[in-house]
């Protein structure tokens, strides 16, 4: 893991200008983006194949402040409008130059997406509470910013980009998930533009030259030691550290003994590396935190802790339920919903089968609900009827769900138990500029490493909205590789 002294190298078993490590969404479009400058390229990737987690995700992209979908789709929408959203969702202590450049390049790094790489996105509106799209619809709200309180703070737009089969993908809607249908195109163009790849190869150590300039990589591929030179720069792109124990315990012990919302190869061998070299890190403390529940069943119930009272409105970001149920609510909260609830959520949905929402424990009465759900005598009767009685005149005036979910919670009564339902990935990693330089403690560029993805700190602080992730990994990502390639 520390350094190694270019003079220890026996040889250079190969050599490219630019070398990056990981072949997930970051590391694609870096490998485009340095190809297009016309560099060199060689990707090592410690897996059988590309792909990654972005491969495996349901492929949301976020993006907006105007892009070519949003206005095919009828939505108006700013970088201002943009930045303001992220500014106050993604959680405190964000970069706002990223925030402010991602929101200003938004439409541009579309257009980049689709016509240089051929990502192909069918210009419909999807308007359901969900998770993912029921169909192939390339556009939706995925963040919550048409709820409360992101509704006073910035006009509500969709911004959930999410791409379709296409003529660079060749495979209907429904054989591959979403985010296959981001990767394939970003790697044909990539193997179109010269980038070669070698997989089953996982890099363990930084070269640094006598003038301190990271100047190549260690790597191990079936059990031989591989040095690989790269000329002008590093980009390292292999992923968060959610699935390294002892890094999780330290930084986001709460995700601890959770299934990870990524893959194995995210054991955050890049901060480590960055970190031997006197990287800046930060907000290694941040996760996301998904609740596995059908937002048709969430919109339409109430959310309660383990003292029976509601916390934040139902009919808001998924994840942001997630979030402030596992970090601020000790995990211990339950979906409480009635028969017609139930019943018409399951008539709505068409969400995968694991998403699917039955009833933990039922009962004819809030109190006979409240004594099998372990509640406080008392807590959960007092907040149905303080619920009730707002809803039925279409108010919310303590959490502010909007009018058109407020229903009273009458009849028979089911709960779910939603602390087996939380899962997450980490957040944090290396701190890089803006060109996806890592940055050393001191604040300057270490020379010759470049960082993108969910290795380095992007515009989720905290906070997050679905397709934060694909989007800042592939606009950071590019950055990155144009800038390693034109130095």
């Known amino acids: ?28 479009a870096a490998a485009v983006a340095a190809a297009q400058q016309g560099a060199e390229v060689l990707v090592l990737e410690r897996a059988g194949g590309w792909g990654g987690a972005a491969a495996l995700s349901g492929g ?14 009828g939505y108006d929408d700013t970088p201002a409008n943009m930045a303001a959203f992220l500014t106050a969702a993604l959680g405190p202590g964000g970069d706002p130059h990223k925030i402010r ?23 419909a509106f999807f308007g359901e509470p969900a998770w993912e ?13 048409n709820a409360h309180p992101f509704t006073a703070i910035a006009d509500p737009a969709p911004r959930g980009h999410l791409p379709c089969a296409g003529p660079l993908t060749g495979a209907p809607n429904g054989e591959q998930g979403r985010g296959r249908l981001l990767m394939e195109p970003l790697v044909r163009t990539a193997s179109r533009l010269g980038v070669t790849a070698r997989y089953d190869t996982r890099v363990d150590g930084l070269v640094v030259a006598a003038d301190g300039r990271v100047c190549g990589v260690r790597a191990r591929s079936f059990g031989r030691t591989l040095h690989v030179r790269a000329r ?3 980009i390292l792109t292999t992923g968060s550290f959610t699935y390294d124990e002892a890094m999780v315990g330290a930084h986001t012990p709460r995700l601890s003994g959770r299934p990870g919302a990524a893959v194995e190869e995210h054991d955050g061998i890049s901060i480590r590396l960055g970190q031997a070299l006197g990287a800046q890190v930060s907000h290694l403390d941040a996760c996301e935190v998904a609740v596995g529940v059908d937002p048709q069943h969430l919109i339409r119930g109430i959310v309660v802790n383990a003292h029976g009272q509601r916390f934040i409105n139902e009919d808001t ?25 139930f019943e018409e959520a399951d008539a709505a949905t068409r969400a995968a089968e694991q ?15 409240a004594s099998a759900m372990g509640l406080p005598e008392g807590a959960l009767e007092s907040t149905l009827d303080l619920y009730n ?57 270490l020379p010759g490493l470049y960082a993108a993805g969910r290795a380095t700190t992007g515009i989720a602080t905290g906070g997050y909205a679905s397709g934060a992730s694909l989007g800042d990994g592939t606009f950071f990502g590019r950055r990155a590789g144009h800038e390693a390639a034109r130095r």
């Not at 200008?17 to 590391?27: C, L, M, N, S, T």
């Not at 799209?133 to 910013?145: C, I, K, N, Q, W």
């Not at 998403?355 to 809030?366: D, F, G, H």
């Open 317 to 341: 970001y998924a994840g942001r339920i997630g979030q402030a149920s596992l970090l601020h609510q000790g995990n211990g909260c339950w979906l409480v919903l009635d028969e017609t609830g």
């Open 101 to 123: 450049l991602y929101s200003e390049g938004s439409p541009e790094h579309y257009d980049w997406l689709t016509g240089t790489c051929g990502v192909a996105f069918r210009p």
């Open 1 to 28: 893991m520390r350094p190694i002294d270019e003079s220890t190298v026996p040889e250079w078993d190969a050599d490219a200008e630019v070398v990056i490590a990981g072949y997930g969404v970051a590391g694609a």
């Open 355 to 369: 998403l699917r929402t039955s009833p933990t424990v039922v009962a004819e009465t809030p109190t006979e609900l």
């Open 133 to 145: 799209a029921y169909g192939d619809e390339g556009l939706m709200y995925s963040g919550g910013e």
């Open 389 to 445: 009685r707002h809803a039925e005149q279409g108010r919310d005036p303590v959490h502010h769900k909007a009018a058109a979910w407020l229903r009273p919670l009458k009849g028979p009564l089911g709960a779910v138990d939603l602390s087996p339902r939380t899962a997450g990935f980490a957040l944090g990693g290396l701190t890089t500029d803006t060109e996806g330089r890592v940055l050393h403690v001191d604040g300057s560029p």
């Open 60 to 73: 949301f992209i976020y993006l907006g402040g105007g892009t070519a979908l949003q206005r095919a789709c």
């Open 232 to 234: 002008r720069g590093v």
